[in-house]
C-alpha cells in the first residue's frame, strides 16, 4: 500500500490526478487501517475516478458494484445457478446408477450419494457477484461500490454486515471469508442521507467543488491543448455559474468537456460567438442554459468595462 501521505499524493498525480493533502491524509489512514472510505460531494467532482486512480496507482484488481434502486443481494453478492446444477444431474444420471449398484438400503444409497456431494454443491454453480468477487480474490482488490446512496435501506444494512467482518455465509457450501481484505470505496451524491451505522464504519471524505487554483491545474492537466487564457477565463465564469441558483451546478467532468468542445472550435477567449452555442455541453437543463447565456452576457460585460477602465488609466499614466 502507501507509506506516507506524500506517497499518495505524488503516485495519484502519476496517474493524472491531482488531490489535495487532505484527501490524501484520508486515502493513507483507510489504507493502513484497513477502513472503508465513504466519499461524499456532488456529481461530477471526482469521487469515482478517486476509486478507479487507487486501483492503478497500486496496481490492483478494480471490481465495481454500481447501486442503483431495488438492488439486492443476489446482484451484489452471488446467484446459485440451479438450471447447470440440474444439467449436470442428468448428465451425471449414469455414473449415480454406479455408484448406487451393489447398494443393499436405502441408507447404504444416501450414503453412496452423500459421499459425492463435492460434485453436486461446488463453486462451479456459483455465479460471483462484485462483493462475492472482491471476498474470494485471490489477491486484494479495490472495491468500489458506486453511489451507495441510490440502494435502499435494507440493501444498506446487508451492506453493513458484509462490510464489517468480509464473511458471507452460502448455504450450499457454508462461510466464505475473505483471503485478503480489499480497499473499500464507496461512494454517494447524497440524494440521501446514509445511516450512522455505516458512516461509523467508514472514513468520512467530502469532495466538493475546486477552488480556481486546483480547478486550473486540472484543466492544464486534462486538457493541455486548451488555450492558456481561455482555460483560466473558463474557471472564472464557472465559479460565477457555480453561485447560480441553478438546477445542477456545472462539475468538473462537465467543465472538461465543454472547454474540449471550445478547444475543438479553434475558441480563444469567451467573448467569440460560438461560445454560448456550446452551453448545452456544460449545461443539461434548458433554464440553466439560459441562466448560464445570461451570466457569460455579464461576465464579458464587467471584464469590457474593466479593460476600457484600465486602458483609461494607461493613457493617463502616459499623459503625465
Known amino acids: 500500500m502507501f507509506q506516507s501521505v506524500d506517497e499518495v499524493i505524488n503516485r495519484l498525480a502519476g496517474e493524472n490526478y491531482i488531490c489535495n493533502r487532505e484527501v490524501a491524509t484520508v486515502v493513507y489512514l483507510a489504507a493502513a487501517m484497513r477502513k472503508p472510505i465513504l466519499v461524499e460531494g456532488p456529481a461530477g467532482v471526482g469521487k469515482t475516478e478517486l476509486g478507479k486512480v487507487l486501483s492503478t496507482a497500486l496496481k490492483l ?33 449414469d455414473k449415480i446408477g454406479e455408484i448406487l449398484k451393489g447398494a443393499q438400503s436405502l441408507q447404504a444409497a444416501v450414503d453412496s450419494i452423500s459421499q459425492q456431494d463435492d460434485v453436486f454443491f461446488s463453486d462451479r454453480f456459483l455465479l460471483a457477484r462484485p462483493l462475492l468477487r472482491a471476498i474470494l480474490a485471490p489477491q486484494p482488490t479495490v472495491l468500489l461500490i458506486d453511489e451507495v446512496d441510490k440502494s435502499d435501506t435494507e440493501f444498506e444494512a446487508f451492506l453493513l454486515e458484509v462490510l464489517s467482518d468480509f464473511q458471507v455465509s452460502v448455504p450450499e457450501l457454508g462461510t466464505l471469508k475473505a483471503k485478503h481484505l480489499p480497499l473499500v470505496v464507496l461512494t454517494s451524491n447524497n440524494s440521501r442521507e446514509m445511516s450512522d ?15 480556481p487554483k486546483r480547478e486550473l491545474e486540472i484543466i492544464r492537466l486534462k486538457v493541455p491543448e486548451a488555450d492558456a487564457n481561455l482555460s483560466a477565463e473558463v474557471v472564472q465564469l464557472l465559479h ?22 471550445l478547444t475543438l472550435l479553434n475558441i480563444k477567449n469567451l467573448d467569440d460567438r460560438l461560445v454560448a452555442e456550446t452551453m448545452s455541453t456544460l449545461m443539461k437543463y434548458e433554464a440553466d442554459i439560459r441562466k448560464a447565456q445570461e451570466e457569460l452576457a455579464e461576465y464579458l460585460r464587467v471584464r469590457k468595462a474593466k479593460d476600457q477602465s484600465g486602458a483609461a488609466e494607461s493613457d493617463k499614466d502616459l499623459l503625465h
Not at 438450471?83 to 444431474?89: E, F, G, H, P
Open 61 to 93: 484488481e478494480l471490481i465495481r458494484l454500481q447501486c442503483y434502486e431495488g438492488l439486492d443481494e443476489a446482484k451484489a453478492l452471488y446467484e446459485w445457478e440451479y438450471a447447470k446444477q440440474l444439467l449436470y444431474t442428468q448428465i451425471l444420471k
Open 197 to 211: 451505522a455505516l458512516k461509523r464504519r467508514c472514513l468520512h471524505l467530502y469532495l466538493d467543488f475546486p477552488d
Open 240 to 261: 460565477r455559474l457555480r453561485k447560480l441558483d441553478l438546477k445542477k451546478r456545472p462539475s468538473i467532468s462537465e467543465a472538461l468537456d465543454w472547454i474540449k468542445a
